[in-house]
């Protein structure tokens, strides 16, 4: 059984401040897919990697692919409330994504 | 494009009866779709793959009689809870897969809120 650990957990930051979230596994993944979701709705495709050491950037939001491709991170600068949200990562592999639990994301203005 | 609809959005019934919930791929045809469910604050548990003209895969500890999957077209796939109970109650979220090769995205529809009385 392939697992995912995203870390933390929670995070609840002013708003300004930069953060990065971590997501792991002992597992190769053929791609890895960072999703943000609000209460009561599905989660929003935010990006997908599948290139070993791959990097992408979406406005503040930079997202690094490990060169391994077991684990990825997900750094946001200058964090804004809008950014509010459950943040999940994602591996592919197969046809099957395997979630990370998960991480609580809170700007406070 | 890869916009997902479900519906209905929410849906509240009494103990006993049973819901369908629709999940339509909009602009490109999926041959996977996926049914999900998810509690508050809590990631997303699979509960079923769906392939077009073929059987439901369901993982484990799901009753496959009590979460009825139809995916009848490549765009279209139907999650129907028979029998419903209070402890069904949940978020259920599908998605559809968009076939390109080596790619695992998904694309989530906006969920449904499921309330049993």
């Known amino acids: 059984t392939q697992l995912l650990e995203q870390s933390p957990q929670f995070l609840s930051i002013q708003e300004g401040e930069n953060l990065t979230v971590y997501c792991n596994s002992s597992?190769?993944?053929?791609?890895l897919q960072w999703y943000r979701q609000e209460p009561g709705e599905g989660p929003v495709l935010l990006v997908t990697?599948?290139?070993?050491?791959e990097v992408k950037k979406l406005k503040r939001l930079t997202f690094q692919f490990g060169d391994a491709r077991k684990d990825s991170s997900l750094h946001i600068t200058a964090a804004q409330p809008g950014d509010t949200g459950l943040y999940l990562c994602?591996?592919?592999?197969?046809?099957?994504?395997?979630f990370g639990k998960g991480t609580l994301l809170t700007v406070n203005p | 494009g890869a916009v997902v609809s479900q519906h209905p959005s929410r849906v509240i019934c009494k103990s006993g009866t049973s819901v369908k919930i629709e999940c339509r791929s909009l602009?490109?045809?999926?041959?996977?779709m996926f049914w999900y469910r998810q509690f508050p604050k809590q990631s997303l548990m699979l509960m079923a793959t769906?392939?077009?003209?073929?059987?439901?895969?369901?993982e484990q500890g799901v009753e496959k009689d009590k979460f009825l999957i139809n995916h009848a077209s490549l765009t279209l796939s139907t999650l129907t809870v028979t029998s419903a109970h209070p402890e069904d109650s949940s978020f259920y979220i599908c998605?559809?897969?968009?076939?390109?090769?080596?790619?695992?995205?998904?694309?989530f529809g906006p969920g449904t809120r499921l309330t049993v009385l």
């Open positions: 998605s559809a897969r968009r076939g390109l090769a080596g790619f695992n995205e998904q694309f």
């Open positions: 597992s190769v993944f053929s791609s």
């Open positions: 990697v599948v290139t070993g050491g």
């Open positions: 994602a591996g592919g592999s197969n046809y099957k994504l395997t």
């Open positions: 602009d490109f045809q999926a041959t996977t």
């Open positions: 769906s392939n077009e003209g073929s059987k439901a895969t369901y």
